[in-house]
């Protein structure tokens, strides 16, 4: 038997805004011991009997990210393949992608068990016990689909009614008074949106109820452009083609439509981190049923979630809010109301602020930089460099950049030279002048960056040559 895990990670999380944001979203978001949820959905996964093969659902933009995060775990990591789409197309599509994908290397037997990016499992013992089940039903030609138990009436979810193991009905998000219907009769599940099937069972399942779908993707896939990274494989699918698929989800497209599903009842401990109040849970309350993160002083508050970054924050007299600082942003919302949060990223978002996709420290696929401070005709940035990795060979129409290494060591190609700068040592790169930064070294390297121009926007960029399929 031949088990590929496939991990969808793709949208912003914009419920859990100013942590998520467009360009490093909320599978990226580091929980309380240290791991990032993608990293707990890697380890999860990698943990099934059987995996031949692990594959990714992501974006070319967010490739980088993942492969960070995925290499911090790499010793229990099986082989490892990113699918990148060129666009979000649903669920739908992105299953479509994986599963043509499984069928290529791994045979029409292979089984697939589909996980969101983005959840959490506290109990991962009853997870693998679930997982087997539903691996069972995949085996006999099934659609196993994951039904949680509910806890509560929450109208955050989607829901299963089912008869015994049989589907009756996939339902959108209630209202509170149909969610406690649900919960009190005994015959609804909360939609986790994992399944498991056999590749072949679900392109057959695709083809009869959504042929645009599987048509598109299989075109794109096999138009897709492939390349091998350092212990990793990545498909970039067309985007000609894929852009040709419809945008629907996978349980509208199929699993509403099909004859052929089973229910898989589960109490693990599952939390889909879909608000502030879900990743609240992570935390032990206090006494006070306050759940902190960070340097956080309290006087006469109560029932409240509060996340510092670095700065301290304090609180009077409050209760049953949640406030979440980070460098550039700060969150104070009442508990009852996180799900507008996405609300607010969306108002962000439709008035182009930066705030809705970058965050003051943007990830890159070399390392980080973080603006400083920035002001008329000028912007200071910090800028660190994974060991081994390079900037685009590149120039600017109108800025200079003065660099100053802080720590590490740095190749630099400016102009017609060819540099090498150890700490407190610096260069200046003139407006319109061919220039390159990289890491030769065994540790991060840390230099300060001065823009000083008439614009400074991150757009003005040539590139001449890069690694990462920039150009």
Known sequence: MKVVPVIISGGAGSRLWPASRQSHPKPFLKVADG??????????????????ELVTVTSREHLFLTTDDFDELESVIPPRTFLLEPEGRDTAAAVAAATIHAKATQGPDAILCIFPADHMIGNVPAFLSVMAKAIEHAKQGRI?????????????FGYIEADGEKVVRFVEKPDIETAKAYVASKRFFWNAGIFCFRAQVMLDEMASHCPAVIEAVLASYEDGRVSHGEGFASIELSSEHFALAPRISLDHAVMEKT????VVPCDMEWNDIGSWNAMAELVAPDESGNRIRGDVRMVDTTGSYISSGKRVIGTVGISDLVIVDSPDALLVASRDRVQDVKKLFESLKASGHEAHLLHSTVHRPWGTYTVLEEGERFKIKRIEV???????LQMHYHRSEHWVVVSGSAKIVNGDEELFLATNQSTYIPCGHKHRLENPGKIDLVIIEVQSGDYLGEDDIVRFDDVYGRT
């Open 35 to 52: 791991h990032s949820l993608i990293q707990h959905t890697v380890l999860r996964a990698a943990s099934i009997p059987d995996v031949v």
């Open 144 to 156: 196993a689909t994951l039904g949680i138990n509910p806890t509560r009436p929450d109208t955050a």
């Open 259 to 262: 004859q052929n599903l089973a």
């Open 386 to 392: 994974k060991p081994g990795r390079r900037l685009s």
